[in-house]
Structures are given as C-alpha cells and as structure tokens.
C-alpha cells in the first residue's frame, strides 16, 4: 500500500516511479490519486464541520427552552436536521470515495529502490555474481526423461488423477526430494538463525491482501470453501435469511391485499374512497399494525446480516490455499505493534510448506517436467526489521539461500531485477539461478525481495521506538530458501551419470539412510 501523504507532497515522484514499474498512463493514475484525495478530504472536512455545528445548535435547543423561547428552540431543533442531513451526505460521499481511493491504491506496485536498474523485462537484469563452473559436456538428460527412465516420476498417473501440472515421485526420488527439503530447513534454522514455524496453508482474503496477492492476482490463487461445520453455519444462516424475507414479502402483500379489498367494499357501499374518513381509518389502523410488524422483520433480517458479515470477517466462507509460506509468515505480525527491543536483531521466520499455484499466466510455458508445478514445496525465509536495517537483512538474506546451493555444490548466478521484472510488492529484488544442463542455462530456483513498508502498511503492521510516541511501519523481507521441486531439477540434472543413476549430494547423504546413488546401479 502507499503513503496517500507521500503521493501528496511529492506526486511527481511517482509519476516516475510507476511509470518506470510499467504502470500506463502513471501521471492520469497520480491526477486520479490526488482528485479522489482531495474529494475525500473535502467530505470529511463537511462533515465535521457539520457535527461541530449541530452539536452546538443541540446544546443551545436546552438553553431556549429553559428561556421559555419556544419559537427559538423550534429553530434551533430544525437547523438540527438540516446538519443531521449534511453530516449523512458528507458519511456516504466519505465512504464512496475512501473506497475508491482504497482499491486503487490497492492494485498499484510498490515503488523501486534507487539502485534497481530500468529495464521493461528479463533481459533488463543485471548479474551481481556467479558461482560455480556450469557443466557444458557430457550425457546431459533432462529430468523429466530421466525420471521417467528410473520409474521413479510418474506424470500419466497424476494427470488422471489430478490434470496437467502435478506429478507422482516415487522410491528414491521421492526421499531426495524430502532429504532436500529437511536439509535446507535445517541450514536455515541450524545455521543462518531463522526460527522454524509451522503455519497455516489456508488464509482468509486479508492475509492475501497484506502480502500483495490481492486484489490483483486473484486468478493465480486456488480457493476453497472453510471447514464443513462454518459452511454448514452458514447454510443455515441464510436460510434463515430467506424466510426473513419471505416473511417481509408476506406483511407487504397483505398490507395490498386489505388495501384492495378496503377499496372495493368501500365503493360497493357508494362511499367516495378519495375522501372517505372510514376507510383510512381502516387503511391506517392496518398499515400501522403492519409498519410494526414491518419493523420487527427489519430489524431481524438486519441482525442476520450482521452475524453473516461478522462470520466472515472471522475468516469463515472463502479460503485461499498459500502459494509461498511468505503469505502466513509475513501476516504474523498484523494489526501489531511491535517494541524496538523485538526488532534489535531481526525476527527472522522460516517454514517448509506446500504450496500452490493455479498459474494462470503461464500457459504453454514448462508444460512438462517439475519446473512449474501447481503443487510444490518451498522452504521460505521472511525477515521483519527496522526500516534502517532492511538493505542489510537483504543481502544476508539472498546469501543465506546462495548458501545452500554452494553446499550442494550447484552452479548459480545472481541477478539483481530491473524495474519492470520485479514482483508486485518488492522494491528491489535478487534472483537466484542455477544451472540446468539439459537446457543449457541458468533457471530460476529462489527470489529475495525487500519489500520495504508496502506490505507492512497493508498489514497495519508497525514498531514503536523507545522514547516515542508516534509509531512507524516495519519492513518485511521474503525469499526462497529454496524451492525444494527445482533444487530437486536441479540435483538431478548436475548429478546424473553415464548409467542414468544420480549422485547423492555429500550433505544429503545423512538424510538418504545409506543411499550414495538413486536409480538403478
């Protein structure tokens, strides 16, 4: 999210930076920006003022009729109303224009560092290093083939059972696969410092919300309906809804009925229906006995309406399987206010987690094999700092995953991201990619971002320095450390021999029971 006070006092500023992040039209987008801002203020402002006024005018009603000034205090009661109608006119324009104001704001990236070099796409990223020779020579399949050969992936069982982009992995390859996940778990917590934690892989829209994959990359998330028991709560929530409203529909159509069967008795007795005194005294007495009536359902179906929302809001209905553990990690410190002393040193997270990806915008890219999954697992590293400290934890950060492929002795490179590759929320970003030989070139295996207080302000995520009584938005960092399918592609493809086996890893060796090969000898 951004800083609506930031975009007032230097709107030029971010003229450039979304322009440069590829926003169209970023000077049209700001002029909006600062139109509904305005707008917005201007309600609020009228408003207040509004209250001021019937406040004071409430105050001098009692004033009157103590004076015994009756026809002052008919005055008075009258410019209340008038101010009661301004002040609701002032909410709804408010309300309207916040919103509006909200959402776009909402679907906006957040703005580049100084040092993240311009560029529209992929071949405007800059390597930083690399490490590592590349094999260039030698039997060079491609994992999916040798998978297949071993027996071990199996990608017809799984498309049966579940579509395009999943995959089955047996026996040995299925205990590489975990030894590799466990390993890089362990570097992280065991080494690098960062605590272990096991989060949900179901979130409520706000969490998504917070780390940037919504609004805009709805269609990239996989949904869900919460658990049986608050699905069923709500089932039966709405259906008492319907018969609320079927009760309404009732009491207005008897109110109709008694109008027109009011109507034709009276006509039938001669009586001039326009002015007759019996029947709206009839028509009165009924309409008022139904108004109440009336009233009672409102107020009950309102109630309902109510509880629904709230139900929701608890984060019933909808859920969202997470596409990186950054999304539970990163929300831990919602709606808080952290000390100082919490962030000394950095609270650094990590988590191995399933995750899932629809895809949506890939299509015909890495059809087959394990490199772009709908299903994968990730070991993820989130960092929460001091705004001061962020650049620092960035590059701890990105060599804390580096560490892991030196370890497995994987040939990677890192690129620092131009501004138009980066993702939604970062502000600048390392990618690191290690050598695939089949394709001869380097693939992407982890991302590290900082995100600076995009998130945070989205979260109301935020620390309070000792000694002061204004707080501050924190910084979070995320990234990969690694993704365990493509360090996986990756093992299998530097390590494979003449024979078709693979090489076991020297680290992984105490995970694999033994195995110093998988495949058959």
Request: charge should be negative; proline fraction near 3%; glycine fraction near 10%.
């Amino acid at each position: 999210m951004h800083d609506i006070r930031a975009i007032r006092e230097n709107p030029d500023a971010y003229v450039a930076g979304w322009s440069a992040r590829g926003v169209d039209d970023a000077s049209g987008v700001v002029a909006k920006i600062l139109e509904l801002d305005q707008t917005l203020r201007a309600a609020q402002t009228e408003g207040q003022e509004a209250l001021a006024k019937r406040n004071a005018a409430s105050k001098a009603i009692g004033a009157a009729m103590g004076k015994g000034d009756t026809a002052e205090a008919e005055r008075l009661k009258a410019e209340v109303e008038t101010f009661k109608g301004v002040i609701a006119g002032a909410g709804e324009r408010e309300a309207k224009v916040g919103a509006e104001l909200r959402d776009l704001l909402a679907g906006l990236k957040n703005l580049a560092a100084a040092d993240v070099p311009d560029g529209e796409d992929e071949a405007g990223n800059v390597e930083v290093k690399a490490w590592g020779e590349p094999r260039r020579t030698g039997p060079a399949k491609d994992h999916a083939d040798l998978g297949e050969a071993m027996g071990l992936l199996d990608f017809e069982a799984a498309a049966k059972m579940s579509g395009a982009r999943f995959a089955v992995i047996k026996g040995g390859l299925a205990r590489l696969e975990r030894a590799i996940g466990q390993f890089m778990l362990d570097m992280q917590t065991d080494q690098h410092g960062y605590q272990e934690v096991n989060p949900p892989y179901i979130v409520g829209e706000k969490a998504m919300f917070g780390t940037g994959q919504l609004p805009k990359f709805e269609d990239d998330l996989f949904e869900l309906w919460l658990d049986y028991r608050k699905t069923e709560a709500e089932i039966s929530l709405l259906r008492a809804v319907d018969r609320e409203k079927a009760t309404l529909v009732g009491a207005l159509s008897r109110i109709n009925d008694r109008a027109g069967a009011s109507s034709k008795a009276a006509a039938a007795r001669g009586v001039d229906t326009s002015w007759s005194a019996e029947l709206f005294q009839d028509l009165g007495n009924f309409f008022g006995q139904a108004a109440s009536e009336f009233d009672q359902h409102i107020n009950k179906f309102n109630d309902f309406i109510v509880r629904f929302n709230e139900m929701h809001d608890r984060g019933g209905g909808r859920g969202l399987l997470i596409p990186t553990a950054e999304v539970s990690l990163t929300n831990l410190v919602r709606e808080q206010i952290l000390a100082e002393d919490d962030l000394a040193t950095p609270m650094r997270l990590t988590a191995l987690t399933p995750c899932f990806r629809a895809e949506a915008g890939s299509a015909g890219r890495d059809t087959r094999g394990l490199i772009r999954q709908h299903q994968f697992s990730k070991v993820e590293m989130v960092s929460i700092t001091r705004p001061e400290d962020s650049d620092a934890e960035h590059e701890r950060m990105t060599g804390c995953a580096e560490a892991v492929l030196e370890a497995l002795g994987l040939p990677y490179r890192r690129m620092l991201l131009c501004k138009g590759d980066m993702g939604f929320s970062a502000m600048k970003t390392f990618d690191l990619e290690v050598w695939l030989p089949s394709q001869g070139t380097f693939r992407e295996i982890s991302s590290c971002s900082n995100c600076g207080d995009f998130q945070a302000r989205r979260m109301d995520a935020r620390f309070k320095r000792a000694g002061e009584k204004k707080t501050e938005f924190v910084h979070t960092l995320n990234g990969s450390g690694l993704a365990v399918g493509r360090t996986l592609v990756a093992v299998m493809e530097n390590y494979q021999d003449e024979n078709g086996r693979i090489a076991v890893p020297d680290v992984l060796k105490p995970y694999m029971g033994g195995l110093t090969h998988v495949g058959a000898a």
